[in-house]
């Protein structure tokens, strides 16, 4: 990594979600359900390629994991793998969301004016050195990751008299940005952390009202991956090698 100014010690990772979207893989039921960010990728789970591959390569040794569903499997995996890395873990509800996670983990085992904060089912490789700054020179509580947006159908162009001249089979648009569920945050963001529910929902509008909110747009040569199905999950195992290099 090139040194930037800003360094950023210590991450919080959400793990806690049941990915019910995933299909067996959630399914409490089924002997294959595990932590969504447990799920496999190329022989390693993925929370182990973020704290590996992301985050100690910019030198971040302090990571709080937010846990929750099936909790034990990700406290037995990282109590024997810390990766280098001290691993506290903090346990919250599934039902408290992401308000209830964060404001939990934060009060807990964080000290530190500024942090990296995720969702645990995130892949990136993105420069956190620049994030940092970026974040600084905003001068505001949390700055969110933005990221051009997948559209998940067939996009239709139609020109004169609804004749449809083109069709765009799940482009990526550029000109809508979404949250990459990757943050950073000022401490001063436990005065605005809900005890339930989502911080979507509550926090971020609450700081976007105050001017206090800002987006660092994702650059062109970095990639970023969720893994929200099984369809996300199989791009990942196949992009994995490529994304760090």
């Known amino acids: 990594m090139n040194g ?7 991450a919080v990772i959400l793990a806690g979600g049941a990915g019910t979207r995933m299909g067996n893989y959630a399914d409490e039921n089924s002997e294959r359900a595990v932590p969504k960010p447990m799920l496999e ?29 099936r909790k034990e499997f990700i406290i037995n995996y990282f109590s024997r793998n810390a990766l280098g890395t001290k691993i ?7 039902e408290g969301e992401t308000g209830e996670g964060f404001r939990k983990a934060i009060a807990r085992f964080v000290d530190d ?6 969702n645990g089912d995130e892949l ?10 970026f ?33 765009l089979e799940k482009p990526v648009r550029h000109d809508i ?15 605005y952390l809900p005890l339930k529910g989502r911080i979507e929902d509550i926090t971020f509008k609450d700081l976007a009202k105050k ?13 970023w991956f969720t893994v929200n199905n099984p369809k996300q999950l199989a791009i990942a195992e196949r992009e994995i090698h490529n994304l760090w290099g």
């Open 41 to 69: 990728i190329a022989g390693k789970p993925l929370l182990h390629w973020t704290i590996e591959k992301w985050l100690a390569r910019h030198d971040i040794r302090h990571i709080v994991i937010g846990v929750a569903y």
């Open 211 to 223: 001017g206090l909110l800002a987006a660092y747009t994702l650059p062109s040569d970095k990639k």
């Open 113 to 118: 004016d500024i942090f990296l904060a995720m």
């Open 88 to 94: 506290d873990f903090s346990e919250h509800s599934i």
């Open 4 to 10: 930037m100014l800003t360094k950023i010690k210590t």
């Open 177 to 191: 940005l979404i949250s990459a569920g990757v943050y950073i945050f000022n401490h001063e963001i436990l005065d």
């Open 124 to 133: 990136t490789n993105l420069n956190i050195y620049e994030l940092a700054d």
């Open 135 to 167: 974040h600084l020179r905003k001068k505001g509580i949390a700055t969110v990751v933005a990221a051009p947006c997948e559209v998940p159908y067939g996009v239709l162009e139609i020109g004169m008299n609804c004749n449809i001249t083109g069709f």
